[in-house]
C-alpha cells in the first residue's frame, strides 16, 4: 500500500484477444491513442490501453432488448438510491473505494473509453514534446469549481504539486518517479515537465484518484474537510454524511464539464445520489430485489444469475493487479525460492476460485499484472499448475523433510506455517474469503499450515501489517489502466526510498530496470515486451501467487437509465442516469 492509503487495490487475457468465460464476455485491447481532440499536437506513443471489461445482461420481459433499453418516458429529477458494499474513511484519497466516490464530485484532465482511447475532460487537447518530456494540455475555458473559483492552469498545477507532496499517496506512488514540474502557462495552457518519458502519463491520469480539487480549498481548509467533503468542478456536490450509513451527493446545477465519452452533456439529470453502505451480501442485494435500492454495487455471486434477467447487470474486469497473495521473500519460510514455489503448485487454485465465486469471477494465475491489462503476459497463465507432487519434491530439497503428528511438516523443529493477513470487507469480501479457506484446505495434504488472519479496515491501513515481522502473506490488488502498476509494486523498497506496496519485500535490480525501461519505451509493442519480461522474472521468482480478478459490478432496477462503469478503474457513473415512467 502507498503510505497505508491503498491503491493497494485488493485486482485481470491477453489484452489483443477476447474470450467467453463463465459467460462473461472478457475483452481487451493494447492500443491507446494519445491525441487530445482536434487541433491536439503530435502523438505520443503510450502503453496504455484496454482495460476494463463490461459484460452486459439482457433484460427486460422477455423481449430481447439489451440491459439498457428505455423503460418508458425520461423523467428528470429524483433521488438514486444506491447501495455499496465498502465505507472508506475518506471520499477523496488513495484507494480504489474512495476514488469510487471522488469521481462523484470532481473531474479529471482526460477521461478513458471501452476501447483504451484517451478522450478529453477538463483537456480539451494535449501534446508532448519530441523528447517526450513536456507535455501541454489546453483547458476547457468557463469551467469553475463549486466554490467558484476558477478550474484554470494555476489550479491544476497546485494539484499536481498537491499530490507530489504528499497528498495522495496513490497518485505519488504513480508519478513520483517521472514528475519534475508544471507550471500555468496563461489562464487555459498547463506545461508539466518530466524528468524521463513516462508512455503511461494519461492513463494514469484518467483514474479517479486523479481528480482537480479546487486550489483554494486545498489551501484554505482543513485536511480532514478535503477528505470528508473535496470541493470539485463534477456533476455532484458532497451533502450529509451519515457515518456508518450513508453519503449524499447533490446536483451541482452548474455543471459543464463533462468528459467527452459521457453520454450528455450539462448537469445531472436527477436531484441526488444516496450512496448508502450496505456490507451485508443478503441485504444489499435484498434492497434492490424489494425497491429500497434503485442500483447496488458488488452483486453477491450467489445471486448474479438471479439477477441478470430481473435487473441491468453490468460486470468490469478491473486491470491493474489481481487479487494476489504477495509472499513476504526477507523473514519466514518464504525467503526459500523454492517454498514459494513450491506454495504455488499446492493448491488447485482455479477450482478455489470457481468454487468461491460459483464461476462469476474469473481465476488469474498471474500475481503480478490483470488479464485486462494492456501488456499482460499470458504465457504465465501456465505456471505453477497444480501438481502436489512438484510442491512435495520442492519442500523436499528445501530441507523441509519431517512432519508431525498432524502431517505439518517441519524443519530445525520449526513448523511450515503461513500466516496469511487479509483485509475482510474492505479488500476481500466474504466470496473471497472463502476462497483462502479453500486453498487452506487444499495446501495441507502438502504439509503447510495455513494460518487465516482477518484484520480491521483501520488496522491494515493504519500500517499495522506493513513490517515484513507481521506476515508470511498478504491478500491485495491494485486498480491500474497500465502494466506500469509493476514499478508501483515492485520498485526497489529500501530504507532511504521505502516502498510500502511492495508487500513481497522483494528487491531486484534489473527487474525495476526492466519496468522502468517499458515505462519510458518509444512504443507499445516494446513496451509490452520490457512488461512480459518483468512478469516472467517475478513469476519465476514467484513472488506473489495469484488468485482471481478484482472485478466491478452493478446492478440497476429496470426503470433506471443510463448508469455506466467508467474504463480506467470501474466506478459507477451516475451523471447521465435519469429514471423513466
Not at 507499445?524 to 495469484?546: H, P
Request: charged residues 20%.
Amino acid at each position: 500500500m502507498t503510505n497505508r492509503q491503498p491503491a493497494y487495490q485488493p485486482s485481470t487475457t491477453d489484452p489483443s484477444r477476447s474470450r467467453l468465460r463463465n459467460g462473461l464476455s472478457v475483452i481487451g485491447r493494447s492500443d491507446l491513442r494519445t491525441n487530445g481532440g482536434k487541433g491536439a499536437g503530435r502523438r505520443a506513443a503510450s502503453a496504455a490501453a484496454l482495460l476494463g471489461v463490461l459484460a452486459l445482461t439482457a433484460c427486460g420481459s422477455g423481449s430481447g432488448g439489451s440491459a439498457g433499453a428505455a423503460a418508458g418516458e425520461k423523467v428528470d429529477g429524483g433521488t438514486i438510491r444506491y447501495a455499496h458494499l465498502q465505507e472508506p474513511p475518506c471520499i477523496y484519497g488513495g484507494w480504489v473505494q474512495q476514488a469510487y466516490l471522488s469521481r462523484q464530485v470532481l473531474d479529471s484532465l482526460v477521461s478513458q473509453t471501452e476501447d483504451g482511447s484517451i478522450v478529453p475532460w477538463l483537456a480539451e487537447e494535449w501534446s508532448v514534446s519530441e523528447d517526450q518530456l513536456t507535455w501541454t494540455f489546453k483547458l476547457k475555458e468557463g469551467v469553475k469549481f463549486t466554490d467558484g473559483t476558477p478550474v484554470d492552469a494555476q489550479a491544476v498545477s497546485d494539484n499536481f504539486e498537491y499530490w507530489t507532496g504528499g497528498g495522495n499517496g496513490t497518485v505519488q506512488a504513480y508519478i513520483q518517479e517521472y514528475y519534475e514540474s508544471s507550471k500555468a502557462v496563461d489562464a487555459s495552457t498547463l506545461e508539466v515537465k518530466l524528468s524521463a518519458p513516462y508512455s503511461p502519463l494519461l492513463s494514469a491520469l484518467s483514474q479517479g484518484y486523479f481528480g482537480i480539487q479546487s486550489a483554494a480549498a486545498l489551501k484554505e481548509r482543513t485536511e480532514q474537510q478535503n477528505c470528508e467533503a473535496p470541493i470539485g468542478s463534477g456533476p455532484f456536490t458532497v451533502g450529509d454524511w451519515k457515518r456508518g450509513e450513508s453519503v449524499t451527493f447533490q446536483q451541482n446545477p452548474d455543471y459543464n464539464s463533462a468528459p467527452q465519452n459521457a453520454k450528455h452533456q450539462g448537469p445531472a439529470y436527477v436531484d441526488s445520489v444516496v450512496w448508502s453502505f450496505v456490507q451485508d451480501n443478503t441485504s444489499r442485494f435484498g434492497s434492490l430485489a424489494s425497491g429500497e435500492s434503485d442500483a447496488i454495487g458488488e452483486v453477491p455471486t450467489v445471486d448474479f444469475e438471479t439477477a441478470k434477467p430481473q435487473f441491468q447487470v453490468q460486470q468490469y474486469i478491473t486491470p491493474g493487479r489481481p487479487v494476489t497473495l504477495s509472499l513476504n521473500t526477507v523473514e519466514g519460510p518464504f525467503t526459500d525460492t523454492k517454498v514459494r514455489q513450491a506454495f504455488a503448485y499446492s493448491a488447485d487454485r482455479k477450482a478455489v476460485v470457481d468454487s468461491a465465486f460459483l464461476g462469476v469471477v474469473p481465476f488469474e494465475p498471474n500475481g503480478t499484472v490483470s488479464q485486462s491489462t494492456p501488456g499482460y503476459n499470458a504465457e504465465i497463465a501456465g505456471e505453477y499448475p497444480f501438481d502436489q507432487a512438484k510442491a512435495n519434491a520442492l519442500l523436499d530439497e528445501a530441507g523441509w523433510t519431517e512432519r508431525n503428528a498432524d502431517g505439518i511438516r517441519t524443519k530445525d523443529g520449526q513448523e511450515l506455517a503461513i500466516d496469511i493477513v487479509f483485509g475482510l470487507n474492505s479488500i476481500v469480501t466474504t466470496e473471497g474469503a472463502t476462497a483462502l479457506q479453500n486453498l487452506q484446505e487444499q495446501v495441507k495434504p502438502v504439509g503447510f499450515k495455513v494460518n487465516l488472519l482477518p484484520v480491521t479496515q483501520a488496522d491494515l491501513f493504519g500500517g499495522a501489517y506493513s513490517t515484513p515481522d507481521s506476515y508470511d502473506a498478504q491478500l491485495g490488488y491494485w486498480t491500474s489502466p497500465t502494466a506500469g502498476i509493476l514499478y508501483i509494486n515492485f520498485r526497489q523498497n529500501t530504507a532511504k526510498n521505502p516502498n510500502y506496496a511492495n508487500t513481497a519485500f522483494y528487491n531486484n535490480a534489473e527487474i525495476e530496470d526492466l519496468i522502468l525501461k517499458a515505462n519510458s519505451a518509444p512504443s507499445t509493442e516494446e513496451a509490452n515486451t520490457f512488461y512480459a519480461q518483468a512478469q516472467q522474472r517475478l513469476s519465476d521468482e514467484a513472488v506473489a501467487v495469484g488468485l482471481y480478478t478484482q472485478t466491478s459490478t452493478v446492478a440497476t432496477s429496470q426503470n433506471l437509465q443510463d448508469v455506466w462503469l467508467e474504463a480506467s478503474q470501474g466506478e459507477p457513473v451516475f451523471h447521465d442516469a435519469y429514471f423513466t415512467e
